[in-house]
């Protein structure tokens, strides 16, 4: 074994960082992120053993082995191999999706330590309040009034609205579906595979960069005119560089490093902060619309869309950048109390009132002052001061301050748990994945993704900010909604070959006309018609047929987008619809960004993630859990933990691949004094399944609650019904959702289910 590898244990394939239990047991063993908070400690003995991951410690000493561990870049032969070998390792990369129960636990445990779970659903509607409201109305409104849509900004600010609304219901279901750090990175590793989720990951990091970067500057703008100064007063020119880089921003700088250290301390400390600051942002709101209101002028609205329609669009596909923030709230999905119930409240709760806010602010700024005086950098109080309230303005930038420093502290804890997440995946440096045991925060992620936005606030201007960022956030939206489409329509082993080229053709025609409308309206002139005749009803009839003759594959199991494929296939024209709404100097930084993107995956990301998964077992799911056919679990205790529930699940993976070809296959369970003994059967009879539980506790199932522990995988909660079931008294104390549609299946002679595919089946890898 070389040098610096972990004992052989299946344990070490599983986990990624750890600790260890105790002296008792066999040298060391690494923890899961398990269900002993809520269901007591245990001390579990693995007999079957594997190769697996090395360890790696994450104190403050850091080696090489913390950035890059893996196999090809342990010396530089193995490095020039791993080159040779790109084209079939992109290949597996590319065709290998991942699935929900490697997400929740075998990912997530590689952080070594768990993510505190302190949040509600009214922490997450605060927090995506304040993620959200002060980036956009206090930074561009202004500029895209004055520049493009004037007084019918407010209608930009709708159109973009309820395109981020089609998204937040779209990353909603994921979110409760797969309640981990990754957000958008991990559904679509998912439902696409590895590579589109680095490209999307590769842009969501832009994102959050950008954003922040463009928040931070607008919130020296406000402080310099708090101050009896001009926006750029407290920025440093520097004639040697190009006008768009030029303006120094070291006030930026400053409030990033403070927003960094409030973002590490605590999670639920940087909740209550943004809580406080979110309260006294709605205030200065609520004075803003009635004094504004108060010195309205209906004639500046006269010339209400001065550039027409053209006009309101292109200053929507900007104005995305207001709504940009809110899928951080789903980032949290490891730290929130009730997933299924409290991230829907929190995303549609907070995007809702986010609306209806901007709207609000907009049409008042543009009836207090003509849209051509507007100023770009603090549009609220250079108008109040315009229409002789110069007092006012002072508690517009205050508030605007505390909108703005909420935006930022958000951003920094979602954007630092992507980038956990993303790490974990080995696709980014492993050391980035560490989550500390103290504060329970992803430290070194938040770090070094603090330290990017400063150096970018630093130096660049808002306006080559916000069209990047609009391009990145846009193609990820676009993404997670055909993700979405190809989540309830495709299942392996489930959805046939037929109805799985439908789905493609019916995805690419859906595709295709959006982005033929989008090319329409960035090429064509104003009053031209004649084109959206042809793409809308191409658009509309690919949607219908789509609904009509593919089945859906997969039902959502606690909260579902609704009018499926019907309002995700809206969200994909929409996203593609604003996108060609933006300018070709802004597509060019964006292809710039994609190329380097490819060229560190090429290098890098591909073959550190490619070794992670063959290590763990993801790259041939099926050939390496048909070796786990017999598996003895012992609990010292009795509490069932993550790891034998991970062992569980591997046994009965490949048995369940198998018998989906085999329609009569069926799962049984018998109790023999303190065991239980789990026996796949197949329709020939053989017996590919043998596996035994001993020293269960009785109460089990009545302690274990999916919903609260954010998890719901079905092939546990076969096992877990499966054993429930064993004796009335059991079946009494089963505390767990649809428990009474799988007893009516139990055979009460032969104790056993009926296997069902569809719903035991973990979600497939290949």
């Known amino acids: 074994m ?85 084209p079939m390792r992109f290949k597996d990369r590319l065709l290998t999706r991942s699935k929900d129960s490697t997400e929740i636990h075998e990912i997530k445990a590689r952080s070594e330590h768990e993510m505190k779970r302190t949040l509600n659903w009214w922490d997450l509607i605060w927090l995506g309040i304040g993620s959200v409201v002060g980036a956009g109305i206090f930074v561009l409104t202004g500029l895209e009034a004055r520049d493009h849509a004037g007084p019918a900004v407010v209608l930009s600010y709708l159109v973009s609205g309820v395109s981020a609304m089609l998204s937040v219901f779209c990353y909603t279901e994921f979110a409760v579906e797969i309640p981990v750090a990754g957000g958008s990175f991990a559904y679509l590793r998912v439902e696409l595979g590895d590579f589109m989720a680095f490209i999307a990951a590769g842009n969501i990091l832009l994102e959050y960069v950008i954003s922040g970067a463009a928040v931070a500057r607008a919130w020296t703008s406000y402080f310099a005119t708090l101050c009896n100064h001009k926006p750029d007063d407290f920025r440093i020119i520097a004639h040697s560089l190009p006008d768009d880089y030029g303006h120094l921003d070291p006030i930026a700088v400053v409030v990033t490093a403070v927003v960094c250290i409030l973002a590490v301390i605590s999670t639920k400390g940087s909740s209550r902060f943004n809580y406080v600051s979110s309260i006294i942002h709605f205030v200065v709101i609520l004075f803003i619309v009635v004094a504004g209101l108060a010195k309205a002028d209906t004639k500046n609205y006269a010339d209400f869309a001065p550039n027409g329609a053209h006009g309101i669009f292109t200053a929507s596909a900007v104005l995305f950048f207001a709504y940009v923030g809110f899928d951080a709230v789903s980032t949290m999905a490891e730290e929130t109390k009730n997933p299924a119930r409290d991230i829907p409240i929190g995303l549609v709760g907070s995007m809702a009132i986010t609306i209806v806010v901007y709207c609000l602010l907009a ?132 959805t046939t070959a037929v109805n799985r080229a439908k789905l493609v053709v019916f995805i690419v025609i859906i595709l295709g006309s959006s982005i033929a409308t989008a090319l329409i ?73 994609s190329v380097i993107l490819l060229i560190y995956y090429f290098l890098f990301g591909l073959h550190a993630s490619y070794d992670t998964a063959k290590a763990s077992g993801e790259n041939k799911a099926e050939d390496g859990f048909r070796k786990v056919e017999e598996v003895t679990v012992s609990s010292q205790n009795g509490a069932l933990e993550a790891m034998s529930i991970n062992m569980l699940q591997q046994a009965l993976y490949s048995t369940f691949v198998q018998a989906g070809r085999q329609e009569k296959s069926s799962l049984s369970c018998q109790e023999s004094g303190n065991m239980l003994r789990l026996t796949l059967t197949f329709a020939n009879g053989n017996q590919r399944l043998d596996t035994s539980l001993k020293d269960q506790k009785r109460d089990f199932c009545k302690r274990w609650n999916p ?60």
């Not at 530089?76 to 791993?82: D, I, K, P, Q, V």
């Not at 603090?450 to 990820?476: P, V």
């Not at 191409?538 to 609904?547: D, G, V």
């Open 521 to 593: 309206w960035a090429t064509a002139d104003q009053g031209s018609w004649i084109g959206y005749v042809i793409t809308i009803p191409i658009w509309f009839l690919a949607t219908l047929a789509l609904k009509i003759f593919v089945p859906q594959a997969k039902d959502p199991k606690l909260w579902g987008v609704p009018l499926v494929p019907w309002l995700p296939s809206a969200s994909i024209l929409i996203n593609i619809f604003l996108l060609g709404s933006i300018d070709v100097q802004s597509f060019e930084r964006f292809a710039v960004w």
């Open 707 to 766: 919903r609260e522990a954010g998890l719901f995988d079905p092939a546990l909660m076969q096992f877990v019904l499966c054993h429930a079931a064993i004796s009335k008294e059991k079946r009494r104390s089963v505390g767990i959702d649809n428990c009474e549609k799988y007893k009516k299946k139990l055979n009460p002679q032969t104790n056993c289910f009926p296997l069902k595919i569809r719903e035991a089946v973990p979600r497939d890898v290949a």
């Open 363 to 494: 049409v008042t700024l543009c009836l207090m002052v003509p849209y051509k005086m507007i100023d770009v950098d603090a549009p609220f109080s250079v108008a109040f001061e315009s229409v002789g309230w110069g007092w006012a303005k002072y508690i517009v930038a205050a508030g605007a301050l505390k909108g703005m420093t909420s935006v930022l502290l958000v951003s920094a804890v979602g954007q630092a748990r992507y980038l956990t997440h993303i790490a974990r995946t080995h696709m980014m440096p492993p050391w980035l994945a560490h989550v500390d045991a103290k504060t329970g925060t992803p430290v070194n992620a938040t770090v070094v993704m603090l330290a990017a936005t400063a150096i970018i606030a630093f130096f660049t201007k808002l306006d080559i900010l916000s069209n990047l960022l609009s391009i990145s956030t846009l193609f990820i939206f676009m993404l997670v909604a055909v993700s979405l489409l190809v989540r309830r329509y495709y299942v392996s082993g489930v």
């Open 2 to 86: 070389p040098a610096g590898q972990g004992r052989p244990s299946i344990l070490y394939s599983y986990g990624f960082h750890g600790c260890v239990l105790g002296k008792s047991l066999v040298n060391e063993f690494f923890c899961f992120i398990s269900l002993a908070a809520k269901m007591g400690d245990g001390n579990i003995h693995v007999d079957h053993q594997e190769e697996g991951l090395r360890r790696r410690g994450c104190g403050c000493s850091c080696s090489k082995n913390d950035f890059l561990p893996e196999e090809s870049f342990q010396s530089f032969g193995n490095y020039l191999r791993a080159l040779k070998e790109t």
